[in-house]
């Protein structure tokens, strides 16, 4: 088992990196899971595992149909091309709000409980704190006893998933999405200035996920209350970590434009030159961005798009979509701009004691 612990300034985790060996001796592993709809992407994932090289993307089809059900149980943490992380998390819908409120008036809110009322075998029954206790031990003492207690976790991992798929298969339960999740059509000022609660959040997710990409919701604490009130901030910490640079967008001062012009989007950024040769010999064009840090240069690289939809960032395609809905908004909202003039001057007019019919008429006569 080979392990590294991974620092990142703008969350505060760990992570671990494991390769294909040791504790996961008898434990089905993806390549084990993957039947058909691959891709080649096993092959990729093995020379990932056994180089313990990052893993930034994967396919979402990782089933196994044991017992009728598809089971669904890989999760993997890496990095983005940019040192951001992302979680690639095979999920299926969250069973306790749904059971939640087929049983309203229950006093009790669990696996557990659920499943004995819907006549279902019990699940494992493995304490969180347990649960973590295994895994430090396996981080500190590779040993037998840890394969074994990390071949506890996963059998209970898969148990429990098993658990809620046979749960929503008893009551065919489906989350009512409208009511978890609101993609709203926002202005581009509104999306990024005035970016109240999950809006933005939502649509990039919705974005992301079209591309194999999945985000995570989890809402930061911090909101502004100056010259943006209410919207959410993720204010990073600057400097170089991992020998990747973080640093944040300014959007008050870095025009939008220059985002979908040089396509600078997490996705479409390089920042090795092995690799910027390497997607220059697939006859593609990059962007080269070049600057100083703390008197060392800094080199990274960003893929031209050239107004192809396919070789566009994620960023990019949602800026562009914000932006073609806010031109419409202005759009349709511009024949209203004199009837709420004219709107404006009845409701002025009825403070004056007339009422709605006299002040019309007041303003028409004035009109004419």
């Known amino acids: 088992m080979h392990t590294s612990t991974i ?6 985790e760990t992570l671990a990196c494991y390769d294909d060996a040791g504790l996961f001796a008898g434990i089905l592993l993806r390549n084990d ?20 090289q990052p893993i930034h ?12 059900y598809s089971s669904y149980i890989l999760r993997i943490t890496g990095s983005l091309i ?21 049983y309203s008036k229950a006093e009790k809110s669990s696996l557990a409980f659920y499943l004995n009322e819907c006549g279902l075998e ?52 489906i989350n009512e999405y409208r009511e978890v999740a609101s993609v709203a059509f926002l202005s581009l000022f509104d ?30 604490q911090q909101t502004e209350t100056g010259k943006y009130p209410e919207a959410y901030i993720y204010p990073p910490v600057k400097g170089l ?10 959007f008050t001062s870095l025009y939008l434009n220059l985002i979908i012009t040089y396509n600078l989007s997490p996705d479409k950024i390089i920042l090795s030159q092995e690799h910027a040769v390497s997607v220059e010999q697939s006859d593609k064009k990059l962007h080269k961005i070049e600057f100083l840090f703390n008197n060392n240069p800094q080199r990274a690289w960003s893929v031209q798009h050239n107004n192809i939809s396919e070789e566009k960032g994620l960023y990019t ?8 809905k806010r031109n419409e908004m202005k759009k349709r909202l511009a024949p209203l701009k004199e009837k709420k003039e004219d709107m404006d001057l009845v409701i002025s007019s009825m403070g004056k004691s007339l009422s709605l019919s006299e002040a019309i008429e007041q303003i028409l006569a004035n009109v004419e």
């Open 7 to 12: 620092s990142d300034q703008t969350v505060r």
């Open 33 to 52: 899971i993957v039947a058909e709809f691959d891709n080649g992407m096993t092959t990729i994932l093995q020379q990932s595992l056994s180089g313990k």
């Open 57 to 68: 993307f994967m396919p979402t089809e990782v089933s196994d149909d044991i017992k009728g």
């Open 82 to 102: 940019n040192g951001q992380k992302v979680v690639v998390n095979i999920t299926a819908i969250d069973v306790r709000p749904c059971f939640m409120g087929i």
């Open 122 to 173: 019990s699940k494992m029954d493995m304490p969180i704190h347990r649960m973590n206790k295994y895994y430090k031990r396996a981080l500190k003492e590779p040993d037998s006893m840890s394969a074994e207690q990390i071949r506890e976790v996963a059998k209970y991992c898969n148990i429990d998933a098993l658990s809620c798929q046979q749960l929503m298969v008893k009551y065919n339960a």
């Open 191 to 220: 999306a990024y200035y005035f970016a109240g609660d999950m809006k933005v959040c939502n649509l990039l997710s919705a974005s992301a996920w079209q591309r194999r990409i999945l985000t995570s919701m989890i809402s930061s």
């Open 241 to 250: 970590e991992n020998r990747r640079l973080v640093t944040g967008l300014d």
């Open 317 to 324: 395609s949602v800026l562009e979509y914000l932006s073609g």
